[in-house]
């Protein structure tokens, strides 16, 4: 791997390196706790699922979907019936925008306990629970996201859900993770990514929402003075140069004045003066490396890298024409690459053929928009067994709904709120997509618009209709045949990909268990989970409440001659993706789709699995393994040793 340039060439004025003593120590400011969303109740077959006041009915019923369900807005205005209430303005008070009024620290405020978060674990989390926040905050960013697209709801002043999502988060002591440490913190692993600043407050990764620097000042120490735990290197200097394991890190402050223009020096103080105690103690620090979204360049994806410990520092005259601070970082040996994979990937996905196992550029055949390649660095098998690859059903199932429109009649796209769109009646008043096309929380059924509907192509209600949107290859695993994982970082809530097959009859998967790897079967048991948002954390009423478990019409796919990259997704008890049944109308008929969608963020180069359920007419053996099962090799810590 190429080094960076070496700071200390002799372009710098080395009698400028930071050694020196503060004139005051600095006690630093940590922001305070924000509030948690919760998980929703999954509905069967995943499990019980929170009643969102959704159709009790299934779609083989031939009932008229349920009325629409009622709510109390998050923002306390009262009941409505799904209809978009314009909010009421707030009366504008120059001595209440001068003395905002505090919350009062209602002990009933705290609501970790819902989701199972002990005292003890908020201050010190691990895996489950760092999953469990993180799952919670995008439920709630993204309910309110949907809120907001509606103009059911004004955050005011921040129209960022995400910051809201955060802020309800720690006021309802959902967070974890809080006792700061210098080092690793507990629950995270290297290469977890981040798609907002907020997701690395609530899991003690790193605090200030926006600042580039967390420190402490440790207690008990003779000398107290502020030491750095982590950065955040987003880009946002010019003088910030980086590879695979080395980063020169530019300290915080010294922006030029915008009414003057006039470029001020960085101070050694706070984050800065952190930083150059750390550099003298050799302590180590979490980098946190920021990168922009390739599914939307105007975002930014955040990476965990582990840990560096700071080499050295300098000061310089910055590009724009004020000192600023140097900090070189050299990242600990022995760790797991995280940066380095992602320019590994980048590299990969220009053309770069000097890989490593490498078959096939493209599986599908110019079938998707992008390309499927195919690699082997475990042996020497050269492909999996033929199939035909496509992209939708074969042999689709229709259902038949009775109601008074099927299809929608907007002109360009449908909006959300608006209750003259039929598709959106359907969801019961809600659009189930957000604005960039996240999944807002798990149905029993998602309606999409479909060819019938006038409105666009393009239309965000057709979500799981437009082909893949990251780039994907089929690997070879160590034990488990071939694999799926993604080139690209996914968001929790965005679309996957369909399974793709042939619906068939159960009469045609056979007796003895033998021919069904490729079988998705809609009916079998599968593992509860949480997922959506908990209606608690916005104040919501739920108008249904009466029933958790929906039935799922039954499907049966075989994805063994005719199929799509869900062939090749693996069993996992812990997974990463979920499926969504997904109805919409083709030919005057309505047919059922399953759709996958990410359950959680997933890095690039991570392999992409789903819970695989298990049949209903398995039989125990005398074995471990009950008879018609297989065993289960996922490695997960909560891997219950079977499937199928």
Same mark, same amino acid.
């Given at each position: 791997m190429e080094r960076g340039s070496d700071p200390s060439s002799s372009s710098i004025d080395k009698t400028k390196v930071l050694d020196v003593k503060p004139l005051r120590s600095l006690a630093p400011v940590f922001p305070t706790a924000p509030p948690h969303p919760s998980g929703s109740f999954p509905f069967f077959p995943f499990g019980p699922q929170a009643s969102h006041g959704v159709n009790?009915?299934?779609?083989?019923?031939?009932?008229?979907?349920?009325?629409?369900?009622?709510?109390?807005?998050? !923002?306390?205005e009262g009941l409505n019936e799904g209809l978009p209430v314009k909010p009421k303005r707030a009366r504008k008070s120059?001595?209440?925008?001068?003395?905002?009024?505090?919350?009062?620290? !209602?002990?009933?405020?705290?609501l970790s306990s819902l989701f199972g978060i002990s005292l003890a674990q908020k201050e010190d989390g691990d895996g489950e629970v760092v999953n469990v926040v993180l799952i919670a905050f995008d439920a709630i960013r993204r309910r309110l996201s949907q809120l907001e697209d509606a103009k059911e709801l004004s955050t005011g002043l921040i129209k960022r859900a995400d910051l809201k999502s955060g802020n309800i988060l720690m006021t309802k002591g959902i967070r974890t993770n809080m006792r700061k440490r210098i080092g690793a913190v507990p629950g995270i692993e290297i290469g977890d990514i981040f798609f907002f600043r907020m997701e690395l407050c609530v899991v003690g990764l790193h605090a200030p929402s926006m600042g580039g620097i967390d420190y402490m000042t440790p207690r008990g120490e003779s000398e107290e003075e502020p030491q750095a735990v982590s950065i955040v290197s987003s880009g946002g200097y010019d003088d910030d140069v980086d590879d695979s394991d080395v980063l020169i890190y530019t300290g915080q402050g010294g922006n030029s004045n915008k009414k003057d223009k006039e470029v001020a020096d960085q101070k050694l103080e706070r984050g800065n003066l952190a930083l150059e105690v750390s550099s003298r103690r050799h302590n180590e620090v979490r980098v946190i490396r920021g990168m922009r979204d390739a599914a939307n360049?105007?975002?930014k994806v955040y990476v965990y890298d582990g840990l560096y410990k700071i080499q050295e520092s300098w000061r310089e005259r910055g590009k724009s024409g004020g000192g600023v601070f140097k900090y070189k970082l050299v990242r600990m040996p022995g760790q797991h690459s995280a940066f380095a994979v992602w320019k590994s990937v980048q590299k990969w996905k220009e053309g770069n053929p000097s890989r490593n196992g490498f078959i096939l550029a493209d599986l599908s055949s110019g079938a998707e928009k992008f390309p499927i390649s195919l690699v082997n660095d475990v042996d020497y098998e050269k492909g999996p067994a033929h199939f035909t690859y496509s992209q939708s059903l074969k042999h689709p199932k229709s259902f038949s709904l009775v109601q008074t429109s099927s299809t929608c009649n907007c002109h360009s796209a449908c909006v959300p709120g608006d209750l003259n769109c039929s598709c959106i009646r359907r969801n019961?008043? !809600?659009?189930?997509?957000?604005?960039?096309?996240?999944?807002?929380?798990?149905?029993?059924?998602?309606?999409?618009?479909?060819?019938?509907?006038?409105?666009?192509?393009?239309?965000?209600?057709?979500?799981?209709?437009?082909?893949?949107?990251?780039?994907?290859?089929?690997?070879?695993?160590?034990?488990?045949?071939?694999?799926?994982?993604t080139l690209d970082p996914i968001r929790a809530g965005t679309f996957v990909c369909e399974y793709a097959g042939e619906v068939i009859d159960r009469s045609k998967i056979n007796q003895n268990g033998e021919g069904d790897e490729y079988v998705f079967d809609t009916t079998r048991n599968y593992s509860s989970f949480k997922w959506n948002y908990e209606p608690r954390l916005l104040e919501e009423v739920s108008s249904n409440d009466s029933s958790e478990d929906h039935t799922i019409p039954s499907l049966i796919i075989s994805a063994k001659k005719v199929g799509n990259v869900a062939r090749f997704m693996n069993h996992s008890c812990t997974p990463n993706v979920f499926w969504q049944p997904v109805l919409y109308?083709?030919?005057?008929?309505?047919?059922?789709?399953?759709?996958?969608?990410a359950l959680r963020h997933v890095p690039p180069m991570t392999e992409l699995t789903y819970d695989y359920g298990v049949s209903r007419s398995v039989h125990t053996g005398s074995s471990s393994t009950p008879k018609g099962q297989k065993k289960c090799l996922c490695g997960s810590s909560k891997c219950r040793g079977s499937f199928g």
């Amino acid at each position: 791997m190429e080094r960076g340039s070496d700071p200390s060439s002799s372009s710098i004025d080395k009698t400028k390196v930071l050694d020196v003593k503060p004139l005051r120590s600095l006690a630093p400011v940590f922001p305070t706790a924000p509030p948690h969303p919760s998980g929703s109740f999954p509905f069967f077959p995943f499990g019980p699922q929170a009643s969102h006041g959704v159709n009790q009915n299934t779609p083989t019923s031939g009932a008229i979907p349920a009325p629409i369900r009622s709510y109390r807005r998050p !923002d306390g205005e009262g009941l409505n019936e799904g209809l978009p209430v314009k909010p009421k303005r707030a009366r504008k008070s120059k001595s209440s925008e001068k003395k905002p009024k505090k919350k009062s620290q !209602d002990p009933g405020s705290d609501l970790s306990s819902l989701f199972g978060i002990s005292l003890a674990q908020k201050e010190d989390g691990d895996g489950e629970v760092v999953n469990v926040v993180l799952i919670a905050f995008d439920a709630i960013r993204r309910r309110l996201s949907q809120l907001e697209d509606a103009k059911e709801l004004s955050t005011g002043l921040i129209k960022r859900a995400d910051l809201k999502s955060g802020n309800i988060l720690m006021t309802k002591g959902i967070r974890t993770n809080m006792r700061k440490r210098i080092g690793a913190v507990p629950g995270i692993e290297i290469g977890d990514i981040f798609f907002f600043r907020m997701e690395l407050c609530v899991v003690g990764l790193h605090a200030p929402s926006m600042g580039g620097i967390d420190y402490m000042t440790p207690r008990g120490e003779s000398e107290e003075e502020p030491q750095a735990v982590s950065i955040v290197s987003s880009g946002g200097y010019d003088d910030d140069v980086d590879d695979s394991d080395v980063l020169i890190y530019t300290g915080q402050g010294g922006n030029s004045n915008k009414k003057d223009k006039e470029v001020a020096d960085q101070k050694l103080e706070r984050g800065n003066l952190a930083l150059e105690v750390s550099s003298r103690r050799h302590n180590e620090v979490r980098v946190i490396r920021g990168m922009r979204d390739a599914a939307n360049p105007s975002l930014k994806v955040y990476v965990y890298d582990g840990l560096y410990k700071i080499q050295e520092s300098w000061r310089e005259r910055g590009k724009s024409g004020g000192g600023v601070f140097k900090y070189k970082l050299v990242r600990m040996p022995g760790q797991h690459s995280a940066f380095a994979v992602w320019k590994s990937v980048q590299k990969w996905k220009e053309g770069n053929p000097s890989r490593n196992g490498f078959i096939l550029a493209d599986l599908s055949s110019g079938a998707e928009k992008f390309p499927i390649s195919l690699v082997n660095d475990v042996d020497y098998e050269k492909g999996p067994a033929h199939f035909t690859y496509s992209q939708s059903l074969k042999h689709p199932k229709s259902f038949s709904l009775v109601q008074t429109s099927s299809t929608c009649n907007c002109h360009s796209a449908c909006v959300p709120g608006d209750l003259n769109c039929s598709c959106i009646r359907r969801n019961e008043g !809600d659009f189930p997509y957000t604005g960039n096309g996240i999944l807002v929380s798990r149905r029993p059924l998602v309606h999409e618009c479909g060819p019938a509907c006038k409105c666009f192509p393009n239309c965000k209600n057709r979500a799981s209709q437009t082909g893949l949107k990251f780039q994907m290859e089929v690997f070879k695993t160590n034990n488990r045949g071939w694999g799926l994982r993604t080139l690209d970082p996914i968001r929790a809530g965005t679309f996957v990909c369909e399974y793709a097959g042939e619906v068939i009859d159960r009469s045609k998967i056979n007796q003895n268990g033998e021919g069904d790897e490729y079988v998705f079967d809609t009916t079998r048991n599968y593992s509860s989970f949480k997922w959506n948002y908990e209606p608690r954390l916005l104040e919501e009423v739920s108008s249904n409440d009466s029933s958790e478990d929906h039935t799922i019409p039954s499907l049966i796919i075989s994805a063994k001659k005719v199929g799509n990259v869900a062939r090749f997704m693996n069993h996992s008890c812990t997974p990463n993706v979920f499926w969504q049944p997904v109805l919409y109308e083709e030919n005057n008929q309505s047919f059922l789709h399953i759709a996958f969608f990410a359950l959680r963020h997933v890095p690039p180069m991570t392999e992409l699995t789903y819970d695989y359920g298990v049949s209903r007419s398995v039989h125990t053996g005398s074995s471990s393994t009950p008879k018609g099962q297989k065993k289960c090799l996922c490695g997960s810590s909560k891997c219950r040793g079977s499937f199928g």
